[in-house]
């Protein structure tokens, strides 16, 4: 018959990373493929199925192997119908759509959905940072800013699914407008897309910066976590100070967290983390610290960077499907 595996899928607006692990979460198999969001739903979502297909077979597996398949996604979601509501970076085609049921369908396995940062945060608190903790933070920073909660050793999702929407915390009331349509989130302070911005503001108000010719000699259209970093270790001095200023919103954002909720861990990840490392981390730790009411034992809160990297959704998923599965099993004993 085979030993059972199990599928994680991080569905991006760029593109989705699958992987085939055993029951225990190491990675037997892989694969990345670009999304290409024109092409809608349900093209993807078949390519999403091939794509399984394919991870599976390269793992010495056979479909009838899975015992169950994790799939995160960016936005607001139903995750006991497996209804991906509003999916803002895939385009208007998947809105309430059936990931679950469609996938399951094709494949024949269960199939289970959650949001990616979510899922992400399973992974670090499973297999990463947070690896031993029970109350958990997960902070991921690249074009937008997605946060997890793990407390008391369990995902909470909320009353509307939608807990964790720690970009969406309001740091400078009437500041710079977010893609949410609010002014003075985090996400619109402390961001990629929040830093690229402000660096292109300083670029036009005739600030010198060495920003374009980086860009130019990498080929990039975008101001991306690798031009950033490469920026920095140039010694750029409007990328040094824009960097600077969201990693003071980011510690304000961090502190606001723990003043919530007094977690064990608070796990920063995403690209921009992943580039930069401690540089990243270090700053953000040094403000949050002199913003948290508590000020005894300090150190008691671990900020850290996340360690499995762009593996964490595509693992967290699969992790997710495991534990919904023996939970779906446990209740029909």
């Known amino acids: 018959m085979g030993k059972p595996v199990l599928v994680g899928v991080d569905l991006g607006g760029t593109s989705f990373l699958t992987v085939v692990t055993n029951t225990k979460g190491k990675i037997l198999s892989k694969k990345k493929c670009k999304t290409r969001v024109e092409e809608g739903a349900g093209i993807i979502l078949e390519r999403i199925a091939d794509t399984v297909r394919e991870a599976v077979s390269s793992a010495d597996a056979r479909l009838k192997n899975v015992r169950a398949m994790g799939i995160g996604v960016p936005g607001p979601l139903n995750p006991e119908t497996g209804v991906l509501l509003h999916g803002p970076n895939l385009g208007p085609t998947w809105n309430n759509t059936p990931v679950a049921a469609y996938l399951s369908e094709r494949l024949g396995c269960p199939v289970y959905l959650g949001n990616d940062v979510n899922v992400g945060a399973v992974g670090e608190q499973t297999l990463g940072a947070a690896r031993g903790y029970k109350d958990v933070v997960t902070i ?9 909660l793990i407390l008391n050793g369990k995902l909470y999702r909320g009353t509307r699914y939608t807990a964790g929407e720690i970009g969406h915390t309001v740091l400078l009331a009437d500041g710079p407008l ?15 897309t929040a830093i690229e911005r402000e660096i292109w503001a300083g670029i036009a108000a005739g600030r010198p910066s060495a920003i374009p010719a980086i860009m130019a000699e990498m080929g990039r259209q975008d ?19 824009v960097m600077s200023k969201a990693q003071y919103y980011m510690g304000l954002l961090v502190a606001s967290v723990v003043n919530l909720l007094d977690p064990e861990a608070v796990v920063l990840g995403g690209g921009l983390v992943e580039r930069l490392g401690g540089d990243y981390v270090e700053p953000v730790r040094e403000v949050a610290e002199q913003y948290y009411i508590n000020q005894q034992e300090r150190t008691k809160i671990h ?20 534990q919904s599965w023996e939970r779906d099993h446990a209740r029909k004993k």
């Open 178 to 192: 977010c893609g949410c349509g609010r002014r003075g989130c985090a996400e619109a302070l402390a961001s990629r």
């Open 140 to 148: 991921f920073v690249g074009t937008g800013i997605g946060g997890g």
């Open 223 to 241: 101001m991306s976590s690798s031009v950033l970093a490469a920026a920095l270790e140039q010694g750029d001095a409007l990328t040094e100070e």
């Open 303 to 322: 900020i850290v960077e996340a360690q499995l990297k762009d593996q964490a959704g595509a693992l967290g998923a699969a992790i997710m499907a495991r």
